[in-house]
């Protein structure tokens, strides 16, 4: 099946995302595991898997429209300490968000309904897994104070 090159490039620039995603929170899960928070490292390389699954799924899905995968992530920003690198991740999950939602405009004004429906699959999981868990654990720091929460993570 034949994508359109305007579909194409965009599927790629969120495959960079997905890989910069997965590099960061491969970096981040082992600093956790460093650091002895096993919590956080256990999560964090869950979520390192699933931006991995994520970018299998847009290699995929641009092979099936005979495209050619680019396989150069975006920049990353790694984190210094606990904060930074929740704070770096959700930022990269939030870029992730508005890219997704601008290509799944592109896809309705192109009319390729199933990559739309494959993108709405991936803001789903975007939203309410990653972003919102990170989230969670920026609000537990302020509410529990950042010792506590730490203490909590090991």
Known sequence: MEGKKVVLDCLNRLLAGELAARDQYFAHSRMYEDMGYMKLFQRIDH?????????????????MLNGKPEMVPDAINVGTDVVSMLENDLATELSV?????????????EQDY???????????????????????QLRQIEVMGLPNYLQSQL
């Open 47 to 63: 979520e390192m898997q699933e931006e991995t699954d994520h970018a299998h799924q847009f290699i995929h899905r641009i092979l």
């Open 97 to 109: 968000r508005q890219n997704l939602k601008d290509a799944i405009k592109l896809c309705e004004q």
């Open 114 to 136: 199933v990559t739309r429906q494959f993108l709405v699959a991936q803001l789903k999981d975007t939203e309410e897994d990653h972003a919102h868990w990170l989230e969670q």
